[in-house]
């Protein structure tokens, strides 16, 4: 895939009797660390009237529970996030109990649902399931623009943090994180900015509503 190009892999839509019992619509916004999950998230909530929720800030409450300091800027790449990816290695419980709150979110509908699991758990209760992608070395340049720190230590935060987290959804449900044939829409980043990443989604989701796929 090109930088800045997009893929749409529309899936079946999910079953009437879930769309009917929700409140409005439930998008899925996906991708590894640095992709802008969390601001293309709330941008499009913003744009279409939605909640933004996130598994990872869920999962940063559960670590503040046992004691981390999950304020300090930058915290999953810092050393208490690395050991907190360690315990969710040794333990699925953190990560199972979010996302069962995820789900019933889902269920609920109305939510922009900022997470890596759920297009896998969940994928028939979703209108759309987004996968955002950016190479490597942009994702680490961000990273290191937002937290201050040198490249070389982003660097090696996305490699340890990628590494970790493919481990704990694979031992935790069985599922490839790399598996991106869930997903609805496939959008490469590197070489567009946040509001063109927003535009090129909009463009999705406008047509799709233009053929009856979605109601807004």
Not at 120 to 125: K, V
Request: aromatic share 6%; charged share 35%.
């Amino acid at each position: 895939m090109l930088p800045g190009s997009l893929s749409h892999q529309r899936k079946p839509k999910p079953h009437e009797e879930a769309r009917k019992r929700r409140r409005g619509l439930t998008i899925c916004i996906s991708g590894l660390s640095g992709t802008g999950k969390t601001t293309i998230g709330r941008k499009l909530a913003k744009l279409y009237g939605l909640k933004y929720i996130s598994g990872g800030d869920a999962l940063k409450e559960k670590a503040r529970k046992l004691g981390y300091n999950v304020d300090e800027h930058g915290w999953w790449e810092g050393p208490e996030g690395r050991a907190f990816l360690k315990l969710r290695l040794k333990d699925p419980k953190f990560d199972k109990e979010v996302d069962a709150w995820l789900i019933q979110k889902a269920r609920e509908g109305g939510f922009i649902i900022d997470s890596r699991t759920l297009s896998h758990l969940f994928g028939e209760g979703l209108d759309i399931k987004i996968w955002l992608l950016a190479s490597e070395r942009t994702r680490a340049e961000r990273i290191a623009k937002r937290d201050g720190i040198s490249l070389q230590e982003a660097l090696m935060a996305v490699r340890e943090k990628d590494e970790r987290t493919r481990e704990i959804y694979k031992r935790a449900y069985g599922f490839s994180m790399d598996d991106l044939s869930p997903y609805d829409l496939i959008v490469d980043t590197d070489a567009l900015s946040p509001g063109e990443v927003v535009d090129a989604i909009r463009a999705v989701i406008e047509a799709m509503r233009a053929r009856g796929e979605l109601k807004l």
